[in-house]
């Protein structure tokens, strides 16, 4: 299993600013996830965070908007930039571990629960 | 396409009572892992259980057990005797083998949800 610790949990930030979300995990992870969870909705995968290179952004998410950081292989941090209303969510880091390449578990830090006013 | 669909948006039960979450998919590769996650008001995801496709035999982990029907692509969450402290968001979601190997395609596709509520 993995222990991921997020931070903040929460926060409330004003339009235009941006808020960085750290996640550090007990163990060297090669690949680590953002997830973005709108009010009510299900998880969406933001993108896939790689130590030693760019990370890879799935369709309707920009490096410009949530520019992403993985200088090692425990810690990643997600920005998100000149927020608005509209990107008030849960943010969840994940990992993942598994006994085979199917059999693979995904763990999840306690989220961010962020609000833009 | 719906990949995962879960028809059920919200649920009532009572507490000590069986209840069952559906969960239907839709793949066209042979190779896949289907799981449920539990996200309590708090927001953290917690796993609960994993059936993979060519597992014979339905997954059971506890109070929890996967009702996997392969030819009719389901894969039921079926929680016995049911806590108030079961009372969440509950995911299925589902991993495809042909993503594997690719590192920016390696992921789990989730479902909308379902929210559980106990009554005492």
């Known amino acids: 299993s993995a222990v991921i610790s997020q931070k903040p949990s929460r926060d409330i930030c004003q339009r235009g600013t941006s808020l960085t979300i750290q996640c550090q995990v007990d163990?060297?992870?090669?690949?680590m996830f953002w997830y973005r969870q709108q009010p009510g909705q299900s998880l969406t995968l933001i993108a896939t965070a790689n130590q030693g290179s760019e990370a890879t952004y799935e369709s309707g998410f920009v490096i410009d908007k949530f520019p992403i950081s993985r200088p090692n292989l425990t810690f990643s941090t997600l920005t998100v930039s000149n927020m608005s209303p509209e990107d008030s969510s849960i943010y969840l880091c994940?990992?993942?571990?598994?006994?085979?390449?199917?059999?693979?578990?995904?763990?999840f830090g306690q989220g961010t629960r962020l609000t833009v006013v | 396409a719906q990949k995962i669909t879960q028809t059920q948006p919200g649920m009532f039960v009572q507490e000590k009572e069986a209840v069952t979450l559906d969960c239907t998919y839709d793949?066209?590769?042979?190779?896949?892992?289907l799981f449920w996650y539990k996200q309590p008001s708090s927001g953290e995801m917690i796993f609960l259980i994993y059936?993979?496709?060519?597992?014979?035999q339905n997954a059971t982990e506890g109070r929890y057990s996967l009702n996997f029907q392969k030819a009719r692509k389901s894969a039921n969450l079926v929680i016995s005797a049911s806590q108030l402290g079961d009372s969440a968001m509950y995911f299925c979601a589902m991993r495809e083998g042909r993503h594997l190997g690719y590192s920016s395609a390696s992921k789990i596709i989730f479902g909308s949800g379902t929210r559980l509520s106990i009554r005492p």
């Open positions: 994940s990992v993942e571990l598994g006994s085979s390449a199917l059999r693979t578990e995904a763990f």
């Open positions: 163990s060297q992870v090669t690949m």
């Open positions: 059936q993979g496709s060519y597992d014979q």
């Open positions: 793949t066209s590769d042979p190779s896949y892992g």
